[in-house]
T-cell receptor, first 114, second 114 residues
Framework: QKEVEQDPGPLSVPEGAIVSLNCTYS??????FMWYRQYSRKGPELLMY????GNKEDGRFTAQVDKSSKYISLFIRDSQPSDSATYLC??????????????FGTGTLLAVQP | EAQVTQNPRYLITVTGKKLTVTCSQN?????MSWYRQDPGLGLRQIYY???????DKGDVPEGYKVSRKEKRNFPLILESPSPNQTSLYFC?????????????FGSGTRLTVV
């Protein structure tokens, strides 16, 4: 079983829809949770960063962490064609040592249709 | 502008011809890492470096070398490239291995080995 599981999609939605992207994980030590957005032929860029549990909102984007269920989500409200990209979740623990690195999901490809 | 710069962006080479992909960051980050990204497999770590002269293997190090002689530079060396190293490569840097404030990625190098 992978440490981080992410549905690869693709996910196709009409413009204006609410999008829900999800990841599950197995390591209960994870404390740092992130979402990256990757446009075609570009490097991943950090979209949302959350420490421990709870919600974080930034404009049309909301990140949720449920540590009890080992489940994180990214919600996109009023989705736009410009949101079309691959979304990668990433997470890590801080226990000291070089092995504590970000673990990435495989990414979900999202297409927002105009 | 804070950034990770990779060169070249595209490279086609022949089997066995040594090549180097350069990576440079201007954020004074201690942690740097190389990834390859393949369809269905996501981002896989090749090598990482915790600081100058400190490097270690990631998950898929076979066929690659790295060096970290200066804090800002972390080149990836393929001594004898093979077709199975055809991939999209990313360099990333961060304040810490666990991703304090996230990883910053370069724009990627698309390598084709024929």
């Amino acid at each position: 079983q992978k440490e981080v599981e992410q549905d690869p999609g693709p996910l196709s939605v009409p413009e204006g829809a609410i999008v829900s992207l999800n990841c599950t994980y197995s390591n209960s030590a994870f404390q740092y949770f992130m979402w990256y957005r990757q446009y075609s032929r570009k490097g991943p860029e950090l979209l949302m960063y959350t420490y421990s549990s709870g919600n974080k909102e930034d404009g049309r984007f909301t990140a949720q962490v449920d540590k009890s269920s080992k489940y994180i989500s990214l919600f996109i409200r009023d989705s736009q064609p410009s949101d079309s990209a691959t979304y990668l979740c990433a997470m890590s623990a801080r226990e000291g040592g070089a092995t504590n690195k970000l673990i990435f999901g495989t990414g979900t490809l999202l297409a927002v249709q105009p | 502008e804070a950034q990770v710069t990779q060169n070249p962006r595209y490279l086609i080479t022949v089997t066995g011809k040594k090549l180097t992909v350069t990576c440079s960051q201007n954020m004074n980050h201690e942690y740097m890492s190389w990834y390859r990204q393949d369809p269905g497999l996501g981002l896989r770590q090749i090598y990482y470096s915790m600081n100058v002269e400190v490097t270690d293997k990631g998950d898929v190090p076979e066929g690659y070398k790295v060096s970290r002689k200066e804090k800002r530079n972390f080149p990836l060396i393929l001594e004898s490239p093979s077709p199975n190293q055809t991939s999209l490569y990313f360099c990333a840097s961060s304040l810490s291995s666990w991703g304090t404030y996230g990883y910053t990625f370069g724009s990627g190098t698309r390598l084709t080995v024929v």
